[in-house]
């Protein structure tokens, strides 16, 4: 079972703008994460935020954690067209030692 | 260190065929997970082991997939017989405290005619 939902399901924009997805998920977590996943590769660790959290930087990369919402939104800044991938947040589910995946969502940055 | 290593890259066989996929986790890391990426998707886990024991395999479909991690170390997962629907990637992953530090292989992309 799905426990994150990323929205937008796609976007696209220049090269040089913010991009901003957001993540709902359902049950209490302890973490969230966001991957990024190139076409045909593996997923690739992007931040993880605690549920004790309510803002982290990486970066180009700001997320966001409102527990109360149950939502999470991860900003690119100054997107690249390197940034072109799908992205997914995934959550431990009741704290449990597994991530549970959402959809995903996928960027296009365009040159 | 060495990531998650994963092979085959690639596997294309026909339904009611068997194929069986390889993963080597990064050295230390006590957990282990199988994951089915459906194009278009987000990952699915399949199952998890803790060292050489399942932890939860409640979404791994018995009747045709089967998965051992002997001596706690590599992995390997089963599709006998296939079906079509089971064309996807299968992603390996393993971590060395929970949901911390998790690290994904390349997975092999299964494709089945």
């Known amino acids: 079972s799905q426990q994150g939902e990323e929205d937008p399901q796609a976007l696209s924009i220049q090269e040089g703008e913010n991009a901003t997805m957001n993540c709902s998920y359902k049950t209490s977590i302890n973490n969230l994460q966001w991957y990024r996943q190139n076409s045909g590769r593996g997923l690739v660790h992007l931040i993880l935020?605690?549920?004790?959290?309510r803002e982290k930087h990486s970066g180009r990369l700001r997320v966001t954690l409102d527990t109360s919402k149950k939502s999470s939104s991860l900003l690119i800044t100054a997107s690249r067209a390197a940034d072109t991938a799908s992205y997914f947040c995934a959550t431990d589910v009741g704290g449990s030692e597994k991530l549970v995946f959402g959809k995903g969502m996928k960027l296009t940055v365009n040159p | 260190e060495a990531g998650v290593a994963q092979s085959p890259r690639y596997k294309i066989i026909e339904k009611r065929q068997s194929v069986a996929f390889w993963c080597n986790p990064i050295?230390?890391?006590?957990?282990l997970y199988w994951y089915q990426q459906i194009l278009g998707q987000g990952p699915k886990l399949l199952i998890q082991?803790?060292?050489?024991?399942?932890?939860?395999d409640s979404q791994l479909p018995k009747d045709r997939f089967s998965a051992e991690r002997l001596k706690g170390v590599d992995s390997t997962l089963k599709i006998q017989p296939a079906k079509l629907e089971d064309s996807a990637v299968y992603l390996c992953?393993?971590?060395?405290?929970?949901?911390?530090?998790?690290?994904f292989g390349s997975g092999t992309r299964l494709t089945v005619v």
């Open positions: 082991f803790q060292n050489n024991g399942v932890v939860d």
């Open positions: 992953a393993s971590s060395l405290t929970g949901t911390l530090g998790y690290t």
């Open positions: 935020i605690r549920s004790n959290e």
């Open positions: 050295s230390g890391h006590a957990t």
